[in-house]
């Protein structure tokens, strides 16, 4: 990661994005994560590990190495939530997800992005 905290702020906001397109309560961390446990119990300690370190960083106590495991505690999660088929179904299973535009990263559009990032978005 180049900026790793920004990077974790970007991460955030966008797995915050997903959730709430997916029809999660967004008022409440404790009860988003009880809700992934259910729709996604594989990945919902990484979610509450990355939300942890996130709320570390923001007090300025979090390593570039936390930063670095929050990343792919936080992939971990979107990859969950858009599904490996991209059949993203809402949590409170009303239907398909709706596809909003993703939110765009402050840093750049993707050719600006580091090289792995690039790669995996082909």
Request: net charge negative; proline share 7%; no cysteine.
């Amino acid at each position: 990661m180049d900026r790793p905290s920004a990077a974790i702020g970007d991460a955030h906001a966008l797995v915050s994005a997903v959730m709430r397109d997916r029809g999660y309560p967004m008022d409440d961390f404790d009860q988003r994560a009880a809700d992934v446990s259910v729709d996604h119990p594989q990945v919902v300690e990484n979610y509450r590990a990355a939300n942890a370190i996130s709320h570390r960083h923001a007090q300025g106590q979090a390593s570039t190495e936390e930063l670095r495991r929050a990343m792919v505690h936080y992939r971990s999660l979107f990859d969950e939530l858009l599904g490996g088929d991209g059949t993203a179904i809402r949590h409170d299973g009303t239907g398909p997800a709706e596809h909003s535009p993703a939110p765009q990263p402050e840093h750049g559009p993707a050719e600006h992005q580091p090289a792995e990032y690039q790669e995996e978005r082909r």
